[in-house]
């Protein structure tokens, strides 16, 4: 059993200690994240644990300690508002199919905690996520107007 805060709930979590934790989220009813390669390579189950981004699908419950934070896609946003990421998104329409984007937005909410306002190369470097429909420019466009949203909050 591990004891761990997800989007800001203590919860004991029991499970096979090889369950990846993407599944252990999924049983909890946390269907955001999302399931693609189940080898660590897609992105689609990126979710922050204690504010890192982390690839869910092939890390086991057991390699987090009691009391470790993980957020998904369900709590992105604050007190029931959209995080500046999502209403980038939806301004800007960056998704196609949207299967990949709970992955994408966990992924682009890190890189703006490190740096609120990144440049290209350090987007590219921090976007690794795949994205089958190829929306590589609206997601990278995405990330900018979010960063320009947040900076206007400031």
Sequence with gaps: ????VINGIKQTVSADPDTPILWVLRDLGLTGTKYGCGVAQCGACTVHIDGEAVRSCSLPISALQDGQSITTIEALGAGGKLHALQKAWIEL???QCG???????????????????P???EIDEAMTNI?????YNRIRAGIKHAAALLTKKA
């Excluded at 059993?1 to 761990?4: E, F, H, K």
């Excluded at 299967?99 to 306002?117: E, F, I, R, V, W």
């Excluded at 994205?131 to 929306?135: A, L, N």
């Design 1 to 4: 059993m591990a004891q761990l």
């Design 93 to 95: 329409d960056v998704p």
């Design 99 to 117: 299967y990949c984007q709970s992955g994408q937005l966990m992924a682009a909410a890190a890189l703006l905690t490190k740096s609120p306002n």
């Design 119 to 121: 440049s290209d190369a």
């Design 131 to 135: 994205c089958r429909c190829g929306t």
